[in-house]
């Protein structure tokens, strides 16, 4: 069975802790440096509740993907989402270290690619990577999405700016 996505919950909040906690290491290269706090129920509670207050303005879809027990292994995001000419959005997610490489990643991309194309109706998902990420690489092109340039020193991660593949996925590739 696939892995499922569905909408962020306050519900989810301790067991978020957990991954992050749980993840820390592992997730710190491909993540902004983060304080202390943020690996607390306050802080996972403040992130839900930004994500909330972001989905209920129509500019994010914050999910998180569930593993065949319906247990949360992850999140995946829709953010920036924009209508009119543009009918675009901006694409993150992540594993905790203890379910990374047994394809929920791919599977929750794959699903949410359709909520964006069919519920949403954008026209373009936009997705980037550090360029040493190989692995979000691979799950990218697998949904098929396009590698189409670089973007030098594009988000602060680990503690420095750092350059980035660029990726998107149209609806007429879909």
Known sequence: MPAIT??????????????QLSSRLFLAPWDPVRADPYFTVAGQQAEVDNALARH???EAMPHVILDEASQVVGRITFSGITYGAFQSCNLGYWVAQE???RGYATDAVRAMTAVAFKELGLHRIQAETLIPNARSQRILERVGFVRYGIAPEYLKIAGRWQDHFMYQLLTDSH
């Open 6 to 19: 569905r909408l962020i919950s306050v519900n989810d909040v301790e067991r978020l802790v957990e991954l």
């Open 56 to 58: 209920s303005r129509g």
């Open 99 to 101: 379910s990374n490489g």
